[in-house]
């Protein structure tokens, strides 16, 4: 039973739309984000130039509603679009509704083992974390406190941000401490491309100077040999911090090996397709990388980014969530082995800081001057409100 002043959960409700938001994939053409990208599809030639060709953005926006029976409203966004809204109506809701809002614990318990026999990755864990996160989103507004006083308070004054997108050179501009390039050209592109990917590095660190953080995202594209090689060029010749996913997240082994291989100096990361505490472990265990790149909004929401984030503060390791907005920035600001956040620039040039999920959440924070002081997320819950004037559709019910 809920103690006196709590609201129990009345009703669960998912949305999909589309159009960039949390599905930031789901842009229009001429973004950077879609311009020539190394990816696992790429040895096909035909999906070579634009990852929505392959369906990158087939999924869309999902949006998790949670209603207490005062009316308050707690709600989320991920991706996982119509799939995963299935799920949430058809499957989860049942494990909310009724229960008290602070449950937290049992009902990610009891949402990730109902599902297992189909789930523990993927579409199946976004569904749970955008449920998560919505229960959080609730919990905050109904006791009047954001999610990081929830999650222990802040451990500094401010988030500083690295900027990913096609112009880190813009990003030292705007303020940034870093800035994560796409890799443009995977093995299928032979010789040929890795010498494209080096002059296009080469050329980034001519523009920013020798001390600006320069590091490339590889979306899953290379084999370790191919990885070995660049790791080694992009450090030696300029200066690379991080190689980011270099390999398939199923390759623990071959993770295990880059990290081996690679310049000593040179971080790896990885993490963003990973997901709950047994994936990060194996991750960990396995001494795949420097720093794991959870998102909250795929990893398994707050609720398992909390266990995530201390086994790896246990092993030393530092966790720098991915992209995923103010869910990521409540989480960032409390914990020391999170010194710095991730900003997505999803202007189309990238040129000019936009929020992260545009046009989706109301009141979104953006970094100024590549930093958000913690005052800016002085809201409960997450601190933002849904854009409800955005087409949404609710195609289960139950
Ligand atoms: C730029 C990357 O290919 C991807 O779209 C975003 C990402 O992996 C990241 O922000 O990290
Ligand atoms: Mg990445």
Not at 119 to 130: E, F, M, Q
Not at 168 to 193: N, Q, R, T, W, Y
Not at 281 to 296: A, N, T
Not at 335 to 347: I, T, Y
């Amino acid at each position: 039973m809920a103690a006196a002043g709590l609201s129990k959960i009345k009703h669960v409700r998912a949305f999909t739309v589309r159009g960039g938001g949390a599905d930031y994939h789901d842009q229009g053409e001429g973004h950077w984000i879609d311009n020539h990208i190394a990816t696992p599809m790429a040895r096909y030639p035909e999906y070579r130039q634009s990852r929505q060709s392959f369906g990158i953005n087939v999924l869309g926006t999902l949006i998790v509603e949670i209603e207490a029976e005062d009316g308050t409203i707690g709600f989320a966004v991920t991706t996982g679009g119509e799939p995963a809204a299935f799920i949430v109506e058809k499957h989860l809701a049942r494990f909310l509704e009724g229960r008290d809002p602070r449950e937290v614990e049992k009902i990610w318990d009891q949402m990730y083992f109902s599902t297992q026999y189909y789930g523990r990755k993927g579409l199946v864990v976004n569904a749970i974390s955008g449920v998560d996160l919505a229960l959080w989103d609730l919990l905050g507004k109904l006791r009047g406190e954001p999610v990081y006083q929830m999650l222990g308070g802040a451990v500094r004054d401010e988030l500083q941000f690295y900027a990913t997108g096609a112009r880190p050179d813009v990003a030292k501009e705007l303020g940034f401490i870093g800035g994560k390039l796409p890799l443009h050209h995977g093995p299928a592109e032979g010789l040929e491309g890795l010498h494209k990917n080096i002059a296009e590095l080469a050329e980034m660190r001519s523009r920013v100077g020798d001390d600006f953080w320069l590091m490339l995202d590889c979306w899953m594209s290379l084999d370790l040999d191919y990885a070995t090689r660049l790791a080694h060029r992009a450090y030696d010749e300029c200066g690379l911090k991080w190689i980011e996913e270099a390999l398939s997240p199923d390759d623990y082994w071959a993770y295990a090996a880059l990290k081996k291989n690679a310049p000593k100096g040179l971080l790896v990361t990885t993490g963003e397709h990973e997901a709950t505490r047994w994936g990060f472990r194996m991750l960990m265990d396995m001494e795949c990388c420097d720093i794991i790149q959870p998102d909250v909004g795929w990893c398994g929401g707050v609720t398992e980014l909390i266990k995530i984030a201390n086994y790896a503060d246990s092993k030393g390791v530092m966790m720098i969530p991915h992209g995923s907005s103010v869910y990521s920035y409540h989480f960032v600001i409390t914990r020391h082995n999170s010194p710095f956040a991730e900003f997505l620039m999803m202007h189309p040039g990238p040129t000019e800081v936009v929020p992260m999920f545009h046009p989706q959440l109301i009141g979104e924070p953006v970094p100024v001057n590549g930093r958000l002081h913690v005052s800016a997320l002085d809201k409960p819950g997450f601190g933002v409100e849904l854009n409800r004037e955005l087409p949404m559709h609710r195609p289960y019910t139950h």
